[in-house]
C-alpha cells in the first residue's frame, strides 16, 4: 500500500463536482485525509471564474497507470473533454501529485507532480494536510515548502465546506 495525494480542482459548478469526487474517492478508497477547500483566481487562465483546490490523500496498493486511468474517467464522467484546451474551464480536475515515494515517469505519469512546488493551490493544502510529510524528491517537508514560498500573485482563500454533513478538512 502507498500513501496517494491528489489534487482536485473545479471552477464549473465547483461544489457539486467537489463533492462528486469527495464521494468518488470514499467508496473507492475508504478512510480519506481531506484538506480545507480553498478559493483560488485562476492561474494562466483568461477566464475568469474562480476555482475550488483541495487535496486528498488516501491508501492504495493500486500502479500509477490504474490510479492515473480512475481519475480520467472520473474527470470525463463529470463533463471533462479530452480535446480542452489546457488553460480552460474545468468541471473537474484531479491530478496524482505523488504515489509513495516514487520519483520520475511512471507508467507516463511524472511523480511527484511538478505543481506542488509551484503552485499555492496545490501546495497550501499540501502542507496544512501533511506538514511533516517530505517532497519525494527534495526530501523537504510540505511545511518548509510552504514557509519558504513566494508568489505574490497567486491569492487563495479558505472557503466553508461541508461534505456528507461535516465540515471540511477531514481526518476520515
Known amino acids: 500500500m502507498a500513501r496517494v495525494c491528489v489534487s482536485i480542482g473545479s471552477n464549473i459548478e465547483r461544489e457539486r463536482h467537489v463533492r462528486v469526487c469527495l464521494d468518488a474517492l470514499a467508496e473507492t478508497f475508504a478512510a480519506l485525509r481531506i484538506s480545507r477547500v480553498y478559493e ?17 490523500v488516501f491508501e492504495s496498493a493500486w500502479s500509477v497507470g490504474e490510479l492515473q486511468a480512475w481519475c480520467k474517467r472520473l474527470e470525463f464522467a463529470n463533463g471533462r473533454r479530452a480535446d480542452s484546451p489546457k488553460f480552460s474551464p474545468r468541471t473537474l480536475d484531479i491530478d496524482l501529485l505523488t504515489v ?3 520519483a520520475g515517469r511512471h ?4 511523480l511527484p507532480r511538478a ?33 519558504d514560498f513566494q508568489a505574490p500573485d497567486q491569492a487563495l482563500w479558505p472557503v ?7 465540515r471540511l478538512p477531514l481526518d476520515a
Open 40 to 56: 483560488s483566481e485562476p492561474v494562466g487562465f483568461e477566464d475568469g471564474r474562480n476555482f475550488y483546490n483541495l487535496v486528498a
Open 100 to 102: 509513495g515515494d516514487l
Open 107 to 110: 507508467e507516463g505519469v511524472e
Open 115 to 147: 505543481e506542488i512546488r509551484h503552485h499555492a493551490f496545490v501546495l497550501r493544502p499540501l502542507a496544512e494536510l501533511l506538514p511533516d510529510a517530505r517532497h519525494p524528491t527534495t526530501r523537504a517537508r510540505y511545511a518548509d515548502l510552504w514557509a
Open 160 to 166: 466553508d465546506f461541508v461534505w456528507r454533513d461535516r
